[in-house]
């Protein structure tokens, strides 16, 4: 027969368990809505980076096909180079032809600070004199001072002894 004393713990068990119960459902809520937020923040995070996804794909192969007239072969002697624009008038490019007769181009805004970038003739690189910033002529690359990426490579074709700008490369590494 119970007792009071037992009466009383039963109740307070009750309660526990009451209490159990309800710390249960709360955790169980509390995962769900969890899992909920964590999922929308996902989708929505996705859908706001597929532009840079679409733009980051397009900059991987040839980005601009305009064919711009540069200069005659004959007025570029080995050695040398010409500043045009490409692929718009507000985008600075060098043409070189080396001393090796190859003919090479870029836009030449330093892809450290956007200072422009020469040709040097007494080294055959590509000079940055900001802080002294060197390319590789024949690639692009950087090759010492601050900058860590090559300058956008400019496709070139020769039609009659006349240098075309056709395409341009951006390229990342
Ligand atoms: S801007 Fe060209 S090296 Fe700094």
Do not use: W
């Not at 991987?60 to 570029?76: F, K, P």
């Not at 032809?97 to 870029?106: D, F, Q």
């Amino acid at each position: 027969m119970p007792n009071k004393e037992n009466k009383g713990k039963k109740t307070e068990d009750m309660i526990n368990l009451v209490d159990n119960l309800n710390q249960k459902d709360d955790l169980n809520y509390n995962r769900r809505a969890f899992l909920k937020s964590a999922v929308g923040a996902s989708i929505t995070l996705g859908l706001a980076t597929i532009p840079f996804s679409i733009k980051a794909m397009m900059d991987d192969g040839v980005e601009d096909e305009n064919r711009v007239e540069i200069v005659d072969l004959e007025d570029l002697p080995k050695g040398t180079s010409v500043n045009f624009n490409y692929p718009t008038e507000h985008e600075p490019a060098i043409l070189v032809h080396t001393p090796r007769g190859e003919l090479k181009a870029y836009n030449n805004k330093c892809t450290h600070l956007q200072c422009p970038v020469f040709y040097e003739k007494e080294n055959d690189t590509l000079l940055c004199p900001c802080h002294k910033g060197y390319f590789n002529v024949d690639s692009g690359h950087p090759e010492a001072g601050p900058p860590q990426r090559e300058l956008p490579l400019i496709e070139l074709e020769v039609h009659n002894g006349t240098v075309y700008a056709v395409g341009r490369k951006i390229r990342h590494g």
